[in-house]
């Protein structure tokens, strides 16, 4: 979509956490706005063409136009990603899995959007950290998003006492993600070093049918099998203010 006397608008346009049909995560409003748009920036093209592929497009998954954005863009680079919103085209921001900007590229050329006048539209669509928080039976009234914690076993032990510290002080609960295939490493890191009453959620494949919710005191973790997360997205919540007197579990998983 074009427009001669406006610059465009910049979709931040959430996608599926998992495989699947994307109407069961996607609300219309958002796969319309998708199925008009002929320029989306994503931070890798072929992982973005494989998932919209699955949507009903303006187009032919060929014909539409893919720039990149990730780790490796300079930022002198960013203002020619706007160059089609000064010349009146919107163009759709598109994560990985789930919304942009969130534990994703994309905060400078928002940034940059909103300094040169160009109309940002977040859009409607599944956010992995906000679903492990609704999941997790942990409180929602402060919390805090780490994105990755570190990979060095030990400023990742002190990152974590770190949290829970904190969350005795604030009663605030935490959050973070890590790389699937260390989420076994992490998971032992956390019970290793909370203390046996800390309450930690595991989600794990949300909304997909192999979504896992387990939440649970971390003294209960330890006697528990250890549940199948390896090399499977998932979210980490930690809050060490609930009693460990209401331990819950949910798990659906495929026939």
């Known amino acids: 979509m074009s427009r ?11 996608m599926p956490l998992g495989p ?24 890798d093209a072929r992982t973005a063409r494989r998932i919209l592929a699955r949507m009903t497009l303006a187009a032919p998954i ?18 020619d990603l706007l160059e089609p919103l000064r010349n009146g085209e919107d163009i759709g921001l598109v994560s990985e899995a789930g919304c942009p900007v969130v534990a994703d590229p994309g905060a400078a050329l ?18 992995a950290p906000l679903l492990a928080l609704m999941a997790s039976g942990l409180s929602g009234q402060s919390f805090r998003f780490h994105g990755y914690l570190p990979v060095d076993p030990s400023a990742r032990k002190s990152a974590i006492q770190a949290i829970e510290r904190d969350s ?44 896992i919710v387990i939440s649970r005191p971390v003294s209960q973790w330890k006697s528990a ?27 659906r998983r495929s026939p």
Request: glycine share 4%; charged share 15%; net charge negative.
């Open 4 to 14: 001669s006397h406006a610059p465009g608008r910049l979709y931040l346009v959430p």
């Open 20 to 43: 699947g049909d994307p109407s069961a995560c996607l609300p219309v409003s958002t796969r319309d706005v998708i199925g008009r748009l002929h320029r989306f920036i994503a931070e």
């Open 62 to 79: 060929q014909a539409l136009t893919f720039s990149e954005l990730n780790e490796h863009t300079p930022t002198s680079a960013l203002s």
């Open 110 to 127: 928002v940034a940059m959007a909103h300094a040169q006048g160009i109309g940002v539209v977040p859009l409607v669509g599944p956010s």
């Open 168 to 211: 005795i002080s604030t009663g605030c609960t935490h959050l973070f993600i890590e790389t699937p295939y260390r989420n076994l490493q992490m998971l032992a890191a956390l019970l290793a070093a909370l203390a046996p009453e800390t309450a930690l959620a595991v989600c794990a494949d949300l909304t997909t049918e192999t979504e």
């Open 225 to 251: 099998p250890t549940p199948e997360i390896d090399r499977r997205p998932a979210v980490f919540v930690v809050s060490a203010t609930r009693s460990a007197n209401a331990p819950a579990r949910r798990a």
